[in-house]
C-alpha cells in the first residue's frame, strides 16, 4: 500500500513557475511507474508527464519544454516543475504511482491567471 501526497499547487500567473511535489508514504522500490495527470473543470483526466524507475520521461505535447517531471529516490518524491505557466495548465493535478496496483493522490489546485 502506498499513499501518495500532493503539495505545491496554487495561484500563478501567466508565465510564472511552480513546482508540484508527491511525495510516497514509502520507499519508491518496486514502483515502476509514476506520473502526473490533471482534470480541468468538464474535462476528462489527462497524462501530463510520466516517468520510468528506469529514468525515462514521457510528456504531453501540451507541455514538452515548459515541465520537467523528476524523482528524488532518496525522498521517496516526484516532482513536477512547471515554467511558462499559461491559463490552459488551470486544472487539478493528481500523481499517480504503477506497481502491482495503480495509487492516485488527493490532487492540488493549480490555477493560472492574471
Known amino acids: 500500500q502506498v499513499q501518495l501526497v500532493e503539495s505545491g499547487g496554487g495561484l500563478a500567473q501567466p508565465g510564472g513557475s511552480l513546482r508540484l511535489s508527491c511525495a510516497a508514504s514509502?520507499?519508491?522500490?518496486?514502483?515502476?511507474?509514476m506520473g502526473w495527470y490533471r482534470q480541468a473543470a468538464g474535462k476528462q483526466r489527462e497524462l501530463v508527464a510520466s516517468i520510468t524507475s528506469g529514468g525515462s520521461s514521457n510528456y504531453a505535447d501540451s507541455v514538452k519544454g515548459r515541465f520537467t517531471i523528476s524523482i528524488d529516490n532518496t525522498k521517496s518524491t516526484m516532482y513536477l516543475q512547471m515554467t511558462s505557466l499559461k491559463p490552459e495548465d488551470t486544472a487539478v493535478y493528481y500523481c499517480?504511482?504503477?506497481?502491482?496496483?495503480?495509487?492516485w493522490g488527493q490532487g492540488t489546485q493549480v490555477t493560472v491567471s492574471s
Open positions: 499517480r504511482a504503477q506497481s502491482l496496483r495503480i495509487y
Open positions: 514509502r520507499s519508491i522500490f518496486g514502483i515502476s511507474t
